[in-house]
Nanobody, 127 residues
Framework: VQLVESGGGLVQAGGSPRLSCAASGFIFDDYAIAWFRQAPGKEREGISCIRSSDGETYYSPSMKGRFTISSDNAKNTVFLQMNSLKPEDTAVYYC?????????????????????WGQGTQVTVSS
C-alpha cells in the first residue's frame, strides 16, 4: 500500500489550494481514504473521509464548509479542496486508507481507524 500526497506549499491567507493523494498497491474501491492534519504541538485531527466504493463522505464538524473531499476512482486519487485558508490552517496534511468491507468504522474518520498513511505534505499559510 502506498499513499503519496502532493499540492502543499506556501499559501497566502485566503488562498484555495487543492491537495492530492495518489493511492497504489490495493483495490481502491475496497477502501476509504481520509485526510488528516497535524499542526505544530497539536494532535493529529481528522478533516474528512470518503468511501471509494460509493463516494459517501464524512466531515469533521469543525472542518465542514471550507474543505471538500472528492475522488477520481479511475486514477485512484483523492483530493482535498481547501478554501479561504487561515494561518491557523498551517499543518502537515496526511492522507490515510482503511479497508471498508464489513465495517463502518471508516466513517468515524479517526486516526486510530486508519491503517495506511502517506508521508504528509506541509501547508503553510502566511498572513
Amino acid at each position: 500500500v502506498q499513499l503519496v500526497e502532493s499540492g502543499g506549499g506556501l499559501v497566502q491567507a485566503g488562498g484555495s489550494p487543492r491537495l492530492s493523494c495518489a493511492a497504489s498497491g490495493f483495490i481502491f474501491d475496497d477502501y476509504a481514504i481520509a485526510w488528516f492534519r497535524q499542526a505544530p504541538g497539536k494532535e493529529r485531527e481528522g478533516i474528512s473521509c470518503i468511501r471509494s466504493s460509493d463516494g459517501e463522505t464524512y466531515y469533521s464538524p469543525s472542518m465542514k464548509g471550507r474543505f471538500t473531499i472528492s475522488s477520481d476512482n479511475a486514477k485512484n486519487t483523492v483530493f482535498l479542496q481547501m478554501n479561504s485558508l487561515k494561518p491557523e490552517d498551517t499543518a502537515v496534511y496526511y492522507c490515510a486508507a482503511t479497508y471498508t468491507i464489513g465495517t463502518s468504522s471508516w466513517g468515524l474518520c479517526s486516526v486510530q481507524g486508519y491503517d495506511y498513511w502517506g508521508q504528509g505534505t506541509q501547508v503553510t499559510v502566511s498572513s
